[in-house]
């Protein structure tokens, strides 16, 4: 193989109770990369089409992922991404993981799959510390593997794949403002009340029984976010009405997408998963504030193939 | 029916990760409970064997509970209660859980179970209130419905079963001291950090999804607790010891079961769990306090009926 076109998924980290721990990976919005084998050494980024980013690899998610990876191979030939970057940066959708988890998945079909997705998670991780400023791999993970991911660890890195309902679909709204990472991370609380922490644990022990035993009530009554939707929902125009409106309108719950500004609802079904599609378009319709909107069925398998030569 | 005779099972509260949340009961080590109808109205406890415990209704913890229960029910008779307490009151396995729960159970049954297992858990947990002064349900809800349970919320109350690995065995030592409860609360810290939460979810989250899976290495990996260990394992004469010498021998984790200072550990299969039990004797034995050892399958069912008429 010397050159692979991929779809790459957009994610939602978090997913309410599942703060900094949880993920699941879209369907319908994504990435397309396409990476190919060069005489050259090293890590080439030729064209970036949808969004302003830089083609220096050293600067960019997916030349740094790229970079961590040809590090690890001995190899005497190169490699060039392009990307026709759909998910917007700073969408809270997993942008970044996207990049990073594309280039890093190309390259490894291109060189017979020496890692697995699961080994491939460290190499995506470095291109999220270039954009975030840490290594993280709430968004990274459900990219590469699919479906819903707990990080259970980082010390030692350990992921599971979480068993996903077969009619689990998000709806997901992009309002178009800019929330400056430092004032989404200083509205967190760095302390916390155990008893907050135990609601917290009985909710995401309850959302992760719920996705085994696809018990759709379940899931629903567990979404809750204690720790981090009370303070940075703020900063979010409309965020209770979205939240409200989206289980008024039959979704089983609704929250921050990693730390936003996009609001993700969780339905069963995707009849329900368009109606509350709608009755977001409602009520963002009248904020004068731009927006796009998805639905997706949960996507099982993560990053997909489109086409190689 | 006008008599029922029960075994009521010890409970392991809490299981590492899941502090305040998870639960397990176990097979080998509970209390034979006897409830009879009586012409009388009201409840009377004629017989405790094995401790000494109150009679008075309204000061026993199995009193308080079965109080509960009938004031719900339109009923011109009572009950007569029997204990034959094997379970030490201050074990941390339960002991006040079984007699609550027991109670409810066999007042239940002989009343045609106008109440489901899980129904009954409120009733229990008046009981479990006169006992420590907080009406949880972490050991009330694995006695009365077996195997795995968490308890994801309690306003509104909602207790789930977990799936329950086949080959799970719970090794526990009850060292003979005793615990204040009060030093056993005031070393637990009221404020944690945000990232000792975020480790606390993730091996929760791993916990459960090893038990659905079935998977004992994850189970394995997930048995840490963040929240209290640290602070309340110093009240336990050889904790460090002894969780280090059952995982050496074998067990996946150990842990405090409750609020001590019983120590618990888990293994896949018998005779590890045997294996460990060993060794927590030899351990203990050098201390000069007595204990008791039990090994115990993870029992399904929770509280069983061992005669009737």
Do not use: W
């Not at 979480?162 to 760095?190: C, G, M, N």
């Amino acid at each position: 193989m010397n050159e692979i076109k991929i779809f790459v998924p957009a994610t939602i980290a978090n997913v309410s109770c599942g703060f900094d721990v949880l993920g699941l990976c879209l369907d319908t919005v994504g990435d397309e990369m396409t990476i190919r084998k060069t005489v050259q050494k090293g890590i080439t980024i030729s064209k970036i089409i949808g969004q302003d980013l830089p083609l220096d690899p050293t600067k960019n998610v997916a030349g740094v992922a790229a970079l961590a990876l040809i590090e690890k191979v001995n190899i005497d030939f190169g490699f060039d991404i392009e990307i026709v970057k759909n998910i917007k940066p700073g969408s809270g959708i997993g942008s970044s993981a996207a990049s990073a988890a594309g280039a890093v998945f190309g390259i490894n079909e291109i060189l017979g799959k020496p890692f697995s997705r699961e080994a491939l998670i460290p190499f995506a991780m470095a291109g999220e510390k270039l954009a975030s400023g840490t290594a993280h791999a709430d968004n990274v993970a459900p990219a590469l593997l699919g479906g819903f991911t707990l990080v259970r660890s980082y010390q030692p890195l350990d992921v599971i794949k979480i068993h996903t309902p077969k009619e689990l679909y998000a709806t997901v709204i992009h309002p178009q403002i800019e929330i400056k990472t430092k004032d989404s991370r200083s509205v967190v609380k760095k302390q916390i009340s155990l008893e907050t922490a135990v609601i917290q644990l009985g909710n995401l022990g309850g959302l992760i029984s719920g996705l085994y035993t696809e018990n759709y009530e379940l899931i629903s009554n567990s979404l809750h976010d204690e720790l981090v939707e009370p303070y940075r929902s703020i900063l979010i125009p409309e965020f209770d009405t979205i939240k409200k409106t989206s289980i008024e309108n039959g979704a089983l719950g609704s929250g921050i997408s990693g730390s936003g500004p996009s609001i993700f609802a969780l339905s069963k079904g995707i009849k329900n998963a368009e109606k509350v599609a709608l009755s977001m378009k409602e009520v963002y319709s009248k904020t004068g504030i731009n927006f796009d909107i998805h639905i997706s069925k949960i996507n099982e398998l993560g990053i997909k193939i489109l086409a190689f030569k």
